[in-house]
């Protein structure tokens, strides 16, 4: 009867206590990493919460390893344990371990597979939650196992493990970062809506000064037109004096309009600040208005020249209106030359920003023209077929990159242009990427 017992023991009951210390086990380990990721956190308003971002982003994997450690070893015996967050901002893994270590290949190998790594006994599993429908990748959980501890139930515990980290990671780390991001933003916009509105403000008070000085300043020119005229109207003169009241008159005409024309740009100098409307655009949509235009402007015309685009998804920050415009700016220029061939539009992620490339197939360019592009040139300023006048349309693109360099929220907007490597040349020009 005991040797019945000892065996049943050993055959159910040890397997089922081991089981349930081993449920207990993860259960503790859950409770650990949960209660790592809410420290610290507490107690903080939205104004310490922003200058602690960084800070708290990467304190908050290095705790839940801290806190979870010593219940992990005593589950699975390992000798090191590492978690690798994903941080959208940077677009890299944050890596934190215990006891400290540089990444490890096998961890940026799993999280770009998004499959369970194992070798020996390196232990390297995705953390994957169901968010919005669809399995995200949010990090990799890292355990180096000491020799001759495994069990059969190890790599199930190791999982179950993993599941709940990545929905802490989740939670705790990849929504408050969204949060943080939120948050700042919306300062940004509050403070730039503030700034605006003082600014136009100020620009009313302005532009209204400026509409009451080219009032008096040009009054007296129409009064002094019309006396002319009457006078032309009512006496009798000599073509002579004719002659001279025709002259007079033709004088002050274009004097009152150079005058009203510098006073006219002076005031509209007044709002170039606040004219800038920032918002989110499809890079889809830059390239939309571009065939568009590029298509109205080639509907009358003889030559054979063919735009071809490459987009891509992704979203900019800039006005919209300005960055049409400067496309359409750097279509005409290259439609003034009257020859056929093909013109390349692309888009490519630079970093922080995303890169427009316009390609010109047709011609080629030394690097000193290159360089010289985006400054006046008197050789290349000419007057157009209707009264326009062309050469001016770099100016205008670098006026607007200049723009969004100040006003678009992110320093280091650039243009510039560059021999390309299938002949012709290449002007680029970069934008901030949301």
Not at 314 to 343: C, H, P, S, W, Y
Not at 378 to 386: Q, W
Request: charged share 30%; hydrophobic share 40%; aromatic share 8%.
């Amino acid at each position: 009867l005991i040797v019945s017992l000892i065996g049943y023991y050993f055959l159910y009951m040890r397997k089922r206590l081991q089981n349930r210390l081993n449920l207990e086990q993860v259960l503790e380990i859950n409770q650990k990493v949960f209660s790592a990721s809410l420290a610290g956190l507490q107690g903080q308003d939205d104004a310490e919460a922003l200058l602690r971002e960084e800070n708290t982003l990467k304190e908050i994997p290095q705790r839940i390893v801290d806190e979870a450690f010593g219940a992990v070893d005593e589950l699975l015996t390992i000798d090191r344990m590492g978690i690798a967050v994903y941080n959208e901002a940077s677009q890299r893994l944050e890596y934190a371990s215990r006891p400290s270590q540089e990444m490890p290949e096998m961890v940026q190998q799993s999280f770009n597979s998004g499959e369970f790594f194992t070798d020996r006994n390196l232990l390297a599993i995705p953390l994957k939650v169901e968010a919005g429908g669809e399995h995200q990748c949010v990090g990799v959980l890292y355990l180096e196992r000491r020799e001759g501890g495994e069990q059969e139930t190890d790599r199930l515990l190791f999982e179950l493990v993993a599941r709940y980290v990545a929905i802490v990671v989740f939670n705790a780390v990849v929504k408050l970062a969204t949060k943080y991001r939120d948050i700042e933003s919306a300062h940004e916009e509050t403070r730039r809506a503030s700034w605006e509105d003082s600014m136009l403000h100020v620009q009313n008070m302005v532009l209204d000064n400026c509409l009451s000085t080219i009032k008096h300043e040009t009054i007296y020119y129409p009064n002094r037109i019309k006396q002319i005229v009457g006078r032309l109207n009512a006496q009798n003169l000599s073509e002579k004096e004719e002659c001279e009241a025709v002259d007079m008159m033709t004088e002050l005409i274009e004097y009152y309009k150079g005058i009203f024309t510098i006073l006219s740009s002076c005031a509209s100098r007044q709002l170039e600040e606040v004219t800038f409307r920032r918002t989110v655009i499809l890079v889809q949509e830059l390239f939309d208005a571009a065939g568009k235009y590029f298509k109205k402007v080639m509907k009358n015309r003889v030559e054979k020249i063919e735009l071809k685009m490459e987009p891509m998804e992704a979203k900019v920050i800039g006005d919209m209106n300005q960055l049409r415009f400067l496309l359409e700016n750097l279509i005409d220029e290259a439609l003034t030359i009257r020859q056929n061939g093909v013109l390349c539009l692309q888009a490519r992620t630079d970093d922080e920003y995303v890169r427009f490339l316009f390609t010109d197939t047709r011609r080629e360019k030394s690097v000193e023209e290159l360089n010289q592009l985006f400054y006046p040139n008197l050789a290349r300023m000419i007057s157009g077929e209707k009264g326009e006048l062309q050469g001016t349309e770099y100016l205008v693109c670098k006026q607007i990159i200049r723009d969004h360099d100040e006003f678009a929220g992110r320093r280091g907007c650039r243009i510039n242009a560059e021999p390309a490597t299938e002949g012709g040349f290449t002007v680029y020009f970069t934008v901030p990427r949301r």
